[in-house]
């Protein structure tokens, strides 16, 4: 079952868990982070999009979690993204043959810190083709869970899986923690961190019906 949605509620529900803008803006931040010698803009935009598994197969392991986690956005709007960064100075390009974007004192406090990302993106956001869960008590149970798992590590919940994610993992049925690495969303290191707990949740609401 889909919702077509475009902006709104709707899409903020199913998507993310905070300002669209500020989410995206955090999820750069983080990939950056995590690439110690820097990337280049073209390609952290093709990993960020799910369109560059060699590079994450191959050398790119530390961004295999932010793999495809912006596929509702075009390569355009996600370099939107990246100039409004580079403008409040959160990340800037290392001056060397090959330019690569690195992440800056106050990119880090911001990630540190948890203050809203202010990036002011010129396009409203993007329409898609939701999933919706075919067992709302379930996928609620699902939510509280990830949201509980986010708490303790002190991360956003989205750092943790999507709401998309949570969804599927209700429509598919999913039984096995080792399953959800064919979730959209999720790789090998996550699956193995959160699955059982994911997986126990719906397991223990199954127990209680």
């Known amino acids: 079952m889909n919702i077509s949605a475009v902006g709104g509620e709707e899409l903020l529900d199913y998507v993310i868990e905070r300002d669209f803008e500020d989410t995206v803006s955090r999820v750069i931040l983080e990939a950056v982070s995590g690439c110690k010698d820097g990337i280049g803009k073209t390609r952290l935009t093709r990993v960020l999009r799910g369109k560059d598994p060699g590079y994450?197969?191959?050398?790119?392991?530390?961004?295999?979690?932010?793999?495809?986690?912006?596929?509702?956005?075009?390569?355009?709007?996600?370099?939107?993204?990246?100039?409004?960064?580079?403008?409040?100075?959160?990340?800037?390009?290392?001056?060397?043959?090959?330019?690569?974007?690195?992440?800056?004192?106050?990119?880090?406090?911001?990630?540190?810190?948890?203050?809203?990302?202010?990036?002011?993106?010129p396009w409203p956001l993007p329409a898609r083709e939701l999933s919706v869960p075919i067992?709302?008590?379930?996928?609620?149970?699902?939510?509280?869970?990830?949201?509980?798992?986010?708490?303790?590590?002190?991360?956003?919940?989205?750092?943790?899986?999507?709401?998309?994610?949570?969804?599927?993992?209700?429509?598919?049925?999913?039984?096995?923690?080792?399953?959800l690495r064919s979730v959209h969303g999720f790789g090998e290191v996550r699956a193995q961190k959160y699955g059982s707990s994911l997986v126990h949740a719906l397991k223990r609401r199954e127990a209680e019906t």
């Open 56 to 121: 994450i197969l191959g050398r790119g392991r530390t961004l295999r979690d932010f793999y495809g986690r912006l596929s509702l956005l075009d390569s355009d709007q996600v370099l939107d993204f990246l100039e409004s960064l580079l403008r409040l100075g959160m990340l800037e390009v290392e001056d060397t043959e090959f330019p690569r974007l690195i992440l800056t004192r106050r990119g880090t406090n911001a990630l540190k810190k948890g203050d809203p990302v202010p990036a002011m993106i």
């Open 135 to 179: 067992d709302e008590e379930a996928y609620k149970r699902l939510k509280n869970e990830r949201n509980r798992l986010a708490r303790e590590e002190g991360l956003p919940p989205y750092c943790i899986a999507s709401n998309m994610s949570l969804v599927e993992i209700v429509n598919r049925g999913v039984t096995d923690p080792g399953d």
